[in-house]
């Protein structure tokens, strides 16, 4: 029996996940966590010395502070959002064994905290008994737009766009826990809408399904 609420949140690259999770995990008081983030961090040390991703995945030391994130200490947030690692990532997180040992970590996260969990699988894999699903998305251009704006990427925003379709379509095709809906996630497209405007919807849903939680806690108790 899961002692945390959890709020999970889910979609492709660049639909303004990172953001809303953030902010939500903010306005709730609870701990957000990024699970894109842990792919980029296995991807980066596996660059950085070798071996077996698997091996590096499994004794993973990570944390995150605001927006930060660290890696066995060391703040590597400038490093995980290159193309390289983008890359190097989606590619690592095809292989089941490396996200068995990333869903262990992720699970005991919410063991210890409430959390906003954002990720592809989270819904449907990591935290299928979460309180409250979302899937996030919106148009390719527009998230290759938002990329371009978020990291200066200095690449022409169609070759952008074609990563992004290309990461999509690994990221939906793999057979290892592919990016899907899950059926009892709520779908918010933000293609022209702006953070505040879709924050708003998303913490009123999130706050009108938090109270049936607690409401059906306190009977328990
Ligand atoms: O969200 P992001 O772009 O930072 O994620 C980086 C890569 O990790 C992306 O190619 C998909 C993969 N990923 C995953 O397979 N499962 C998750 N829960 C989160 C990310």
Same mark, same amino acid.
């Given at each position: 029996?899961?002692?945390?609420? =959890? ?141 371009? =704006? ?72």
């Amino acid at each position: 029996m899961a002692a945390n609420p =959890a709020v999970a949140i889910d979609g492709p690259a660049g639909a303004g996940k990172s953001t809303l999770a953030r902010l939500l995990a903010e306005k709730l008081g609870f701990v957000y966590v990024n699970t894109g983030a842990m792919y980029r961090a296995v991807a980066l040390l596996w660059k950085e010395r070798g071996g077996d991703p698997v091996e590096i995945a499994r004794n993973l030391e990570f944390d995150m502070k605001g927006d930060r994130i660290l890696v066995e200490g060391r703040d590597v947030t400038d490093k995980l959002y290159t193309p390289e690692i983008s890359e190097l990532s989606s590619k690592i997180s095809t292989d089941p064994r490396v996200r068995e040992a990333l869903v262990a970590l992720q699970r005991s996260m919410r063991e210890r905290y409430p959390v906003v969990m954002e990720g592809r699988d989270i819904g449907t894999v990591v935290l299928p008994d979460a309180e409250v699903k979302f899937f996030v998305t919106a148009s390719a251009l527009e998230r290759a737009r938002r990329r371009k =704006a978020q990291f200066s990427d200095p690449r022409p925003l169609e070759e952008i766009r074609e990563e992004i379709e290309r990461r999509d379509r690994r990221d939906s095709s793999r057979r290892a826990s592919p990016l899907r809906r899950a059926p009892d996630a709520l779908v918010v497209d933000t293609t022209g809408m702006g953070i505040e405007e879709t924050l708003e919807v998303l913490l009123r849903f999130v706050k009108d399904r938090l109270k049936a939680y607690n409401r059906k806690n306190q009977k328990r108790r």
